[in-house]
């Protein structure tokens, strides 16, 4: 068996949460192997509304185990808030979820650092949501983090060695700041977490695959807020792309199998950075407001704009796409015409290839095709859809060169539309 992967191809928010919960029932473990608690999953089921931070969501799923991988950075008061949530809901998660001891944990002051860094920027900042991301991969990076796993042993010692640190970094910035309250807070969901199974997933994981269980790996965030390959430096602070699955599992590379790719039908970002479709007219609003465009987690508004193909060209190689999944096509349901970026005009040359920097200078190339005029959300099959909505579809494979197996039309589970068998 091969962990399949399932990732978002935009600047997140792609809808990736439900076709996660949609694809479950075939896959014995789902996973997360990236990210932290910035990243939302909103899901729709039973009149009910879900939003996930942290933990997978094939958690909705009976009998399926869930991994907290150690690409993951853990927020444990975000956690806790998180699980006792679903808990009242009537999922107990201590008995399907397990989590990766190697999983960096972020801490009170990681967030401090994260407003800290913020202010210091002035009108360079890049947007974070402020949950002490950024500051949390630092630390794992330059060797200086807490791991899941040290909570069992010696804590104490290496929690003040580390808030030392940044107590210092603190005062260089002149940043004010308490965490008192947040830290008791933050030591009571230390021990709520360790009521859940906390394991060396590596080790797990392929040893599921030797017993020949299915495995899907869950993406966060989006492919151009990937660290090395999205619009830097307005991006996350992990490998969104498919191989952040094998570093953030523990997983070789040869062991993948399928990659979903989910893409919106148009294209949305939230916070700051370069955005070359980006639309700041009637249309741009009409799709925030038709499509609901705010964080999950933040509440904040996305920038909306057309679908740039450039962009999604680049994310399919990189991430070496198998079958895209498209999502929010009923948002496009009322629109005379449909518009596709499908090259960058950078200093009056035209280029399809996504370039070291997508700045002001990027102008996109737009191509259009009628629209379908027609409400998709009832359709059931896709014997059911518009001639010119079968076009558009037609045009994406052709360009992204990866066939559509999935289309949602909207926000419900049964809002899913699956195009060709196995």
């Known amino acids: 068996m091969k962990v399949d992967v399932l990732l978002g191809l935009q600047w997140g928010d792609e809808g990736k949460g439900k076709v996660v919960d949609v694809l479950t029932p075939k896959y014995d473990v789902v996973t997360r192997f990236q990210g932290g608690?910035?990243?939302?999953?909103?899901?729709?089921?039973?009149?009910?509304?879900?939003?996930?931070?942290?933990?997978?969501?094939?958690?909705?799923?009976?009998?399926?185990?869930?991994?907290?991988?150690?690409?993951?950075?853990?927020?444990?008061?975000?956690?806790?808030?998180?699980?006792?949530?679903?808990?009242?809901?009537?999922?107990?998660?201590?008995?399907?979820?397990?989590?990766?001891?190697?999983?960096?944990?972020?801490?009170?002051?990681?967030?401090?650092?994260?407003?800290?860094?913020?202010?210091?920027?002035?009108?360079?900042?890049?947007?974070?949501?402020?949950?002490?991301?950024?500051?949390?991969?630092?630390?794992?990076?330059?060797?200086?983090?807490?791991?899941?796993?040290?909570?069992?042993?010696h804590f104490d010692e290496k929690y003040a060695l580390a808030k030392k640190k940044h107590e210092i970094i603190l005062q260089g910035l002149k940043y004010d700041y308490d965490v008192t309250d947040l830290e008791k807070e933050w030591f009571e969901a230390l021990e709520y977490l360790k009521k859940f199974r906390l394991i060396d997933s590596e080790h797990v994981i392929n040893n599921l695959l030797k017993e020949e269980k299915s495995v899907l790996a869950e993406g966060a965030q989006g492919t151009?807020?990937?660290?090395?390959?999205?619009?830097?430096?307005?991006?996350?602070?992990?490998?969104?792309?498919?191989?952040?699955?094998?570093?953030?599992?523990?997983?070789?590379?040869?062991?993948?199998?399928?990659?979903?790719?989910?893409?919106?039908?148009?294209?949305?970002?939230?916070?700051?950075?370069?955005?070359?479709?980006?639309?700041?007219?009637?249309?741009?609003?009409r799709l925030c407001e038709l499509g609901h465009e705010f964080g999950a987690v933040t509440g904040r508004k996305r920038r909306c704009g057309w679908i740039d193909l450039v962009a999604l060209r680049y994310a399919v190689m990189v991430n070496g796409v198998t079958q895209l999944i498209m999502m929010k096509s009923d948002v496009l349901d009322g629109f005379d015409t449909i518009k596709a970026c499908v090259a960058y005009k950078i200093d009056g040359k035209e280029t399809e290839e996504f370039?070291?920097?997508?700045?002001?200078?990027?102008?996109?190339?737009?191509?259009?095709?009628?629209?379908?005029?027609?409400?998709?959300?009832?359709?059931?099959?896709?014997?059911?859809?518009?001639?010119?909505?079968?076009?558009?579809?037609?045009?994406?494979e052709e360009e992204l060169g990866v066939p559509v197996k999935i289309v949602s039309v909207g926000p419900d589970r049964e809002q899913t539309i699956v195009r060709y068998e196995d």
């Open 37 to 153: 608690p910035n990243a939302g999953h909103t899901l729709e089921f039973e009149g009910q509304k879900y939003v996930l931070r942290s933990i997978p969501s094939g958690i909705f799923q009976g009998g399926k185990m869930n991994i907290i991988g150690n690409g993951v950075v853990l927020d444990p008061i975000l956690f806790r808030q998180e699980a006792q949530s679903l808990a009242a809901s009537g999922y107990d998660l201590t008995q399907q979820l397990c989590i990766s001891r190697k999983a960096h944990l972020i801490m009170p002051t990681h967030r401090v650092l994260d407003a800290a860094y913020e202010t210091a920027k002035g009108d360079a900042k890049i947007g974070t949501t402020g949950k002490g991301i950024g500051p949390a991969y630092t630390d794992k990076v330059s060797r200086n983090g807490l791991r899941v796993g040290d909570i069992l042993h």
């Open 355 to 396: 370039p070291f920097d997508i700045c002001e200078k990027v102008e996109p190339v737009y191509v259009e095709m009628p629209g379908w005029k027609t409400d998709m959300t009832k359709m059931t099959s896709e014997d059911e859809f518009p001639e010119e909505f079968n076009a558009y579809i037609s045009f994406l």
């Open 224 to 285: 151009m807020l990937d660290v090395d390959f999205g619009s830097y430096p307005f991006v996350t602070s992990s490998n969104t792309v498919c191989a952040g699955a094998c570093t953030g599992l523990g997983v070789a590379p040869r062991n993948i199998g399928e990659v979903y790719g989910i893409f919106k039908a148009y294209c949305t970002r939230v916070g700051a950075g370069p955005f070359p479709t980006e639309l700041f007219d009637e249309t741009g609003e």
